[in-house]
């Protein structure tokens, strides 16, 4: 478990299961956010508990997501609701000689906290960082948002102040006994992939240009 730099520590944010998966330290955790796309995001409103997926990215010492000013889940966060949002990435498949023992290697983090409304003066230079995060440099090639686009967007920071990651990257363990069973084992290796783009209409760059840049990896992150 690392211990520079850690997130503040507190009893609904300490891992308890598989504690020596645990790291505190915010290299890790701003690593992990950094190669996700998509975050889950729970809270509680109505006497429901409600989860609902969402697209992420990260900025600082905070987490951002936005949405309609209409959706539900964004005015529930808005008005201060406790929040809890997962991030996974599924790193390979652990085939054990055990059916029992099967399992995932995997990275993934986990946020408890309260979401804080970005104001109007900000949202367009966040919002610009998203589309940058979504494909670096598309800022410059797509028409900004409007007026009416961003009042339209509520966007949200939550601190990750309350931050924990964790993490499996390792081979099968199969239990004594089992090592003789006569079957493979071992780990099948994931990872997110990009495929070849598919064009729609006109474009302002060539179709050859823009398969060289995306095949690069240049916006796939692991």
Not at 181 to 210: D, N, Y
Request: charged share 20%.
């Amino acid at each position: 478990m690392s211990t520079s730099t850690n997130t503040s520590q507190t009893m609904r944010h300490i891992v308890r299961r598989a504690a020596d998966r645990a790291h505190y330290d915010q290299d890790t955790i701003h690593r992990i956010i950094d190669a996700a796309y998509v975050c889950h995001v729970s809270w509680s409103a109505g006497g429901h508990v409600l989860c609902i997926p969402t697209a992420c990215w990260r900025m600082g010492d905070h987490l951002y997501i936005h949405g309609s000013n209409g959706s539900r889940m964004m005015q529930n966060l808005a008005d201060g609701a406790q929040a809890c949002v997962t991030i996974t990435l599924l790193d390979g498949l652990v085939l054990a000689r055990s059916a029992f023992s099967h399992s995932m290697n995997y990275r993934s983090v986990v946020i408890h906290g309260q979401f804080e409304v970005v104001s109007d003066e900000d949202k367009p230079s966040v919002l610009e960082a998203l589309v940058e995060w979504i494909y670096p440099g598309r800022s410059q090639q797509a028409r900004p948002a409007n007026a009416s686009e961003l009042q339209a967007t509520t966007v949200l920071a939550m601190p990750l102040q309350e931050a924990a990651a964790k993490i499996r990257n390792w081979g099968p363990k199969d239990k004594e006994g089992d090592q003789d069973w006569p079957c493979w084992s071992g780990v099948l290796p994931m990872q997110l992939q990009a495929l070849p783009p598919q064009a729609e209409g006109v474009t302002g760059i060539t179709q050859e240009a823009f398969d060289t840049h995306w095949s690069r990896g240049t916006v796939i992150r692991n």
